[in-house]
């Protein structure tokens, strides 16, 4: 087969710094925050990534009310307040906010009084992103490709397909934890196309990853299929989306979001931490920690009657 010219690859090429990187499309992802990225090989958590943030978080966890949706904020004079959809309340005097931007954006918390226009800006300029995931299990080790006779195990590898057309464009890494199985990954338009599909797109996804997989092994690597799992991040009513992604000229926003809104309303998460991390672990984790040392601070000097500042 001829070799494809840059060119042809030139697609694929945007579908890497875009959708599969930002989750969204180039022309609506912001290029300082691409080329502020911080990117690297991921480290993956056998268990799942719920029992890590279970087993980091144990000695909080007697105090986490889980399945209960906050659906609005009150804060003033009397201090803050804190509604779930079974109308319990929180009463408080700060409260810390680590929602995603996809369920700030969706008004599923009524903030009152509302927030004030530069936080609304900062949400809207910050808007989520799609990235999914097909975990395809294998009963063999004979359907990964190999590069030139090597293993391409835990390499970022990008599949092109038809490379006049973008519909089965994808990123693949394989043999994660020595397992023989392929995390196939689906970003931006395309993902959120799929994710609309029957079975939140289940179905397509799974037939998308197991023709690039035997187009690359050129073998049949759906006769070694034993199980497809999927991820539909965009209908999820808890995230909204994957992870936020810059909007092209408001990366600065970021800082925005973060900034407590009368000393008494903080937020965190993702989406409030520079570009470097943007939308990962470490930026949520940032995030938290510059978030709550603000709160504490704010407490403490208030504790001493001092305005915090
Ligand atoms: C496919 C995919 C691949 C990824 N890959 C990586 C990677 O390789 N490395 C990496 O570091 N990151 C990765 N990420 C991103 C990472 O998962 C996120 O950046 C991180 O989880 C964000 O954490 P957070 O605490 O800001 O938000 P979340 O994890 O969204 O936490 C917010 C919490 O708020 C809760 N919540 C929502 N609404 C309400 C409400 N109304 N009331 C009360 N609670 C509510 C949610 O249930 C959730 O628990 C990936 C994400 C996706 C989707």
Redesign the pocket.
């Known amino acids: 087969m001829e070799e494809p010219s840059f060119k042809d690859l030139l697609q694929l090429v945007a579908m890497n710094s875009g959708p599969l990187e930002s989750a969204v499309e180039l022309d609506r992802s912001s290029s300082l925050e691409s080329a502020k990225f911080a990117a690297g090989a ?1 480290v993956l958590v056998k268990e799942g990534y719920g029992t890590f943030v279970e087993a980091f978080g144990q000695e909080v966890m007697p105090h986490v009310r889980l399945n209960a ?2 659906t609005k904020i009150s804060y003033g004079a009397s201090g803050v307040s804190v509604e779930t959809a079974t109308k319990e309340r929180f009463k408080g005097r700060k409260v810390l906010v ?3 931007t996809g ?1 700030l954006a969706s008004g ?2 009524a903030f009152e009084p509302a927030l004030p226009a530069d936080k609304r800006e900062a949400i809207a300029g910050l808007p989520m992103g799609l ?3 097909v975990i395809l299990e294998f009963s063999t080790a004979d359907v990964f490709p190999e590069d030139d006779g090597a293993a391409l195990d835990n390499t970022w590898v990008l599949y092109g397909g038809d490379l006049g057309s973008r519909e089965d464009d994808m990123a693949f890494v394989f043999r994660p934890m020595d397992t023989n199985t392929a995390i196939g990954f689906f970003g931006g338009d395309r993902a959120w196309e799929l994710e609309k599909q029957p079975g939140r797109g289940k179905d397509a996804m799974t037939k998308l990853a197991v023709t690039a997989m035997s187009a690359m092994c050129k073998c049949d690597a759906g006769k070694a299929l034993v199980k497809s799992r999927t ?1 539909a ?1 965009g209908s999820e009513s ?2 909204h989306g ?2 936020s992604a810059a909007l092209p000229g408001k990366s600065a926003m970021r800082g925005v979001l973060a900034k407590p809104v009368a000393h008494q309303v903080y937020f965190a ?2 989406a409030c931490y520079n570009a470097t991390y943007n ?6 984790y940032n995030s938290a920690i510059q978030a709550s040392y603000t709160l504490l601070r704010c407490l403490k000097r208030e504790d001493g009657g001092a305005p915090c500042k």
């Open positions: 991921d949706p906050v680590t929602v995603s369920v599923k918390i990235l999914n995931k991820t991040w808890w995230t994957a992870y998460g993702e939308g990962s672990f470490a930026a949520a």
